[in-house]
C-alpha cells in the first residue's frame, strides 16, 4: 500500500507507533514495534475505562486461561486492520509480532478459559465487571514428547513485555502466623465495542524462579519465593495441597481487601455491601472468600449474624464438576495450620448450616473432620448453578441433590458459552469475512443474528466457499505444525480432532482403540472411504499415570502407523506438543469432526465443543454436557449422536454391575485391540510398562466404561466419514447449519443470563 493511499486514521497511527518505537517504523526491530503497539493499546483501553455507579461483579477465579492478547486486543478495539496496514505499510507483518507474545496460559483447561470467556464478554457487554485472580509467574507446565511421554518444564510467559501493570496497592494476608504482602498487577480487559474492565491479579514480590530445580519441581515449603511460582496442574501429595491452600487464600484474602476498598470508596458502608458488589466464585478454589468476608466485616464492627447475611447475598457460586473426587475438601488440620484466623468463623458457619438441617450429608465440617468447600458455598451463598442444562439436573436430581430440597430456590443453570471475538473474528478471519458479506456484521455483536445464514442453506457457491475456507485452514494448521514439530498434514483427508486436558472420563482412550481397530481394517484391505486425519491435544496432570499413559499409547500408534507404508495412506496420528489456546486458535478451524466423545454424565458441560461448532465443524459426540444442547439446536440430522445415555450410565453407577472384563472377552473387536497394546507392533516403539498398565485398566476396570460404547461409536464415526465422503456438498450444508445455530453459544447470551437473574449490575 502506498502512503499516499493510507487512511487519516492509518496515518495517525503511523505516527503514533513511530513516536513509541523511537524509530521509524521500517527500520525498528519487531521486538520494538511489539513494545510500541502494547503501550499504545494500553492507552486506548485506558480511556474506555468507566466509572462505575450501581453494583459491580468480582469474578474470582483461581484461573484465567487468556490467552494472547495482542490480537485480541487489536480487534476489539477496531484497530486490527489500520494496525496491520500501517504495519505492510512499512514492511512489516502483525502475524510475526504475535508470535514474539508469550501466551499467558493461567489455566488449566475448560474452567480458566471460561473465566476469560467472561471478562471479555462483561466488557463487551458494557457490564462493570472485573476478575480476581493470581498472577502465577509460570503457567500450566510446558509438554513436550520425548520417547513417546509427556516431560512437563516451566512455562515462563513473564520473560518478555507483559501486559499486567504493577502498581502501588498492596495488601497484607497473613498465612501460618507471617504476614505478606499481596501485590496488585492489573491487566486492561478490553470489550468489542463497550469498555475496559479490569483483570486484578495478585502476587508476592518475593517469589524467586531460581528456586525451581528439575523439570518443575522445586521447595514446596518455602513459601515467600513459591507461593505464586506455579499455576498448580494437580493435587497429588500433601505439600502440594498446603500449597494450593496458601494460594487460594492470598487471593481471596487479598481479593476480599480489594473489594471493600472500592465499595467503600465508593460510599458503601458495609452494611449495603450487596447492593455495591457481586461476587462469583468460580468453582470452589475461591471458597474461602466467604469466612474471610466475614472475618474482615466482623472486624469492622458489623455482628456476625449480619455479617453472614450480607456475604450470602453478595456471593454466588458456580459449580463446574460432578466427579465426586474432584470437590474440594480439606482436613480441617490443614486450614489449621495456614489460616487459623478463620477456622473458628467455619465453625460457625457449620453450626448456623446444622440449625437448618441435620441431614449429615450437608454438612461443612463432616464426622471425620474434613471440610466440604461446596457445601459452605450452597449454604452460604444466594445462588447456586450447573454449567449445563443436563449437568444442573444431574446437580439437583443426584449430586446436590439434598442440597436441593433445602435451597431449591437457589439451583439455576447458567449454560456456558465462548467469546466469538476469540473463537472466530480473530481465530478464523476467511470465514468471518465470508458470514460478513452474506448477513453484514451485525453477528459480531449479536450472535443470534448468525441464523440468517440458513438463507444459504441451497447455495451452491457460499457452500462451496465455506468447503474451500476449511481446506485453506487445513493447509495453514499443516504448515504450522510443520514449522512446530516437522509434521506435514495429509490435507485431503478428513480431519477429526479431539483437543482437550487429558482425563479418562473424556475418553481419549476410546478414540484410541478406535484407531486400532482401523488400523486392523486397513491391514486387512478394509479401506477407510477417505484418508483420516486423526489429531489430538492434551496435557495430562504430571502424577495422573493412566492419562500420561494414554498419551504414550497414542504416540506410539502414531508412530506404528507412520512407520508402515500400507497404513499411512489412509491414516493419519497427530499428537499437537503443548496443547494451548494458541495451538487450539490454529487446530480449531480446521476441523471436521469435533470429538466430543465423554461418558455421558461426566462432563459438565465442555466449550471446545461449541468453539468446533462455530467453527464449521460436525460434532461426533454423546449425549453428555452442552452436547446436549448443541443437538437440540442443530436437530439430530446434523450430529452424529452415539453411546449410553447419563441415566443408562447413572443406573449402572448404582448397580455397580459393569465388568469391562466380560466385554474384552465376548468382543472380538474389543478384545483385539486391546490386546495390540501390548504386542509385538507397540513394543517396537513403546515402553511395556506404559502399554501393559494400561491394559490392565481397560481389562480390569475401565472406570469411564469405554467398551460398552466401542461399537456404537466406531458405527457412527464410519458413518460420518461415509457422508462426508460420498455427500461433500449436504456435508457442508451440515457444516452452515451448525454454525448458523451456533449462536446460543456466545459466552455474550451467557453473560446477560448471569447479570438478568443473578448479578443484577450497574
Ligand atoms: C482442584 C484441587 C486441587 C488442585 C486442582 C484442582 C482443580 C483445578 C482445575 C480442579 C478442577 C479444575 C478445572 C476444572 C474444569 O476445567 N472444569 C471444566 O469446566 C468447564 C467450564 O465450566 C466445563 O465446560 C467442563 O465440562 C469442566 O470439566
Known amino acids: 500500500m502506498k502512503a ?63 490467552g494472547k492478547l495482542l490480537s485480541n ?74 520417547d513417546n511421554l509427556q516431560n512437563e518444564t516451566p ?81 497429588s501429595d500433601d505439600d502440594g ?38 461476587i462469583q466464585i468460580n468453582d470452589t478454589h475461591p471458597s474461602m472468600v466467604i469466612p474471610e468476608l466475614i472475618r474482615l466485616l466482623t472486624e469492622k464492627g458489623v455482628a456476625f449474624e449480619e455479617a453472614v447475611q450480607i456475604v450470602t447475598d453478595t456471593c454466588a457460586y458456580t459449580n463446574h464438576t460432578i466427579l465426586a473426587e474432584a ?48 457445601h459452605m458455598d450452597i449454604h452460604f451463598t444466594h445462588s447456586t448453578n450447573g454449567v449445563a442444562a443436563l449437568h444442573t439436573e444431574i446437580l439437583k436430581n443426584s449430586e446436590l441433590n439434598h442440597f436441593y430440597r433445602l435451597y431449591p430456590e437457589k439451583f439455576n443453570n447458567k449454560t456456558n458459552g465462548i467469546t466469538f471475538r476469540r473463537w472466530l473474528l480473530e481465530c478464523n ?33 457460499v457452500l462451496d466457499k465455506i468447503a474451500q475456507i476449511k481446506k485453506e485452514n487445513k493447509l495453514a494448521l499443516s504448515d504450522w505444525l510443520q514449522h512446530r514439530q516437522g509434521v506435514t498434514l495429509n490435507t485431503d483427508a478428513v480431519f477429526a480432532i479431539q483437543s482437550k486436558r487429558l482425563h479418562e472420563y473424556k475418553r481419549q482412550q476410546l478414540n484410541l482403540l478406535y484407531l486400532i481397530h482401523q488400523y486392523f481394517e486397513i491391514k486387512a484391505g478394509h479401506l477407510l472411504c477417505t484418508p483420516l486425519v486423526s489429531i489430538f491435544g492434551a496435557k495430562a496432570a504430571p502424577a495422573y499415570t493412566i492419562a500420561k499413559d494414554i498419551i504414550h ?21 497427530v499428537f499437537v506438543e503443548n496443547y494451548n489456546v494458541t495451538a487450539a486458535e490454529k487446530m480449531i478451524p480446521a476441523c471436521d469432526i469435533s470429538e466430543q466423545i465423554s461418558l455421558a454424565s461426566k462432563e459438565a458441560s465442555g466449550t471446545g465443543n461449541m468453539k468446533f461448532m462455530l467453527n464449521g465443524a460436525l460434532t461426533l459426540g454423546t449425549m453428555d454436557g452442552a452436547n446436549v444442547e448443541i443437538a437440540e439446536r442443530v436437530g439430530g440430522d446434523n450430529i452424529y449422536i452415539f453411546g449410553q445415555s447419563s441415566s443408562q450410565v447413572i443406573d449402572r453407577y448404582a448397580k455397580g454391575d459393569y465388568c469391562a472384563k466380560d466385554w474384552y472377552e465376548s468382543d472380538p473387536n ?39 460404547d466401542f461399537n456404537a461409536y466406531l458405527v457412527r464415526k464410519n458413518q460420518a466419514i461415509a457422508d462426508y465422503t460420498y455427500n461433500a456438498s449436504d456435508w457442508n450444508r451440515r457444516a452452515l447449519i451448525n454454525i448458523a445455530k451456533a449462536g446460543f453459544f456466545s459466552s455474550d447470551r451467557t453473560i446477560a443470563e448471569y447479570n438478568e437473574e443473578i448479578w443484577h449490575l450497574g
Open 429 to 461: 478471519p476467511k470465514l468471518t469475512a465470508l458470514i460478513g458479506e452474506l448477513i453484514g456484521d451485525g453477528f459480531k455483536k449479536d450472535a443470534s443474528e448468525l441464523e440468517k445464514l440458513l438463507a444459504f442453506e441451497h447455495d451452491k457457491n
Open 241 to 278: 495441597r498446603l500449597l494450593r491452600i496458601y494460594q487460594q487464600y492470598l487471593m481471596v484474602s487479598a481479593g476480599a481487601q480489594l473489594i471493600l476498598d472500592e465499595c467503600e470508596a465508593r460510599g458503601c458502608n458495609l452494611h449495603d455491601l450487596a447492593d455495591y458488589a457481586a
Open 670 to 708: 474389543i478384545r483385539r485391540a486391546i490386546d495390540f497394546l501390548t504386542g509385538p507392533q507397540m513394543q517396537k516403539y513403546g515402553c511395556m510398562e506404559n502399554l501393559s498398565r494400561l491394559r490392565n485398566e481397560l481389562i480390569g476396570k475401565d472406570w469411564f466404561q469405554t467398551l460398552p
Open 327 to 374: 470437590l474440594e475438601k480439606w482436613p480441617r488440620s490443614y486450614l489449621e495450620q495456614v489460616v487459623p484466623q478463620l477456622l473458628p468463623i467455619i465453625e460457625r458457619l457449620d453450626a448456623l448450616a446444622r440449625t437448618r438441617t441435620d441431614d449429615p450429608k450437608t454438612a461443612i465440617i463432616d464426622e471425620s473432620g474434613q471440610i466440604h468447600m461446596a
Open 4 to 66: 499516499n493511499t493510507l487512511t487519516f486514521i492509518q496515518t495517525k497511527l503511523k505516527e503514533e507507533l513511530t513516536v513509541l518505537s523511537r524509530k521509524p517504523l521500517s527500520e525498528a526491530t519487531d521486538e520494538e514495534l511489539y513494545l510500541a503497539l502494547l503501550t499504545y493499546v494500553q492507552q486506548r483501553s485506558e480511556s474506555k475505562k468507566e466509572t462505575v455507579k450501581g453494583r459491580k461483579l468480582y469474578y474470582i477465579s483461581a484461573e484465567f486461561l487468556i
Open 155 to 235: 512455562d515462563y510467559w513473564l520473560s518478555g513485555a507483559d501486559w499486567a501493570e504493577r502498581t502501588n496497592i498492596a495488601y497484607p494476608v497473613t498465612l501460618a502466623g507471617t504476614t505478606y504482602l499481596a501485590r496488585l498487577y492489573r491487566l486492561a480487559v478490553t470489550g468489542y465495542g463497550g469498555r475496559t474492565n479490569t483483570l486484578n491479579l495478585f502476587d508476592l514480590d518475593t517469589v524467586d524462579e531460581s528456586v525451581i530445580k528439575e523439570g518443575i519441581s522445586f521447595d514446596k515449603r518455602n513459601t515467600p519465593q513459591n507461593l505464586t511460582l506455579f499455576l498448580y496442574p494437580d493435587d
Open 553 to 573: 499409547a497414542l504416540l506410539t500408534l502414531s508412530e506404528v502407523v507412520s512407520a508402515d507404508p500400507e497404513v499411512s495412506k489412509w491414516l493419519q496420528i
Open 73 to 146: 486486543n487489536l480487534i476489539n478495539l477496531g484497530l486490527y486492520d489500520d494496525v496491520r496496514a500501517v504495519l505492510a505499510d512499512a514492511g512489516k507483518d502483525l502475524a510475526a509480532l504475535e508470535e514474539l507474545e508469550q501466551e499467558p496460559s493461567l489455566g488449566n483447561g475448560g474452567l480458566g478459559r471460561l473465566a476469560a470467556c467472561f471478562l471479555d464478554s462483561l466488557a463487551t457487554l458494557d457490564l462493570p465487571g472485573d476478575g480476581i485472580g493470581l498472577r502465577y509467574h509460570c503457567g500450566l507446565f510446558h509438554q513436550n514428547f520425548r
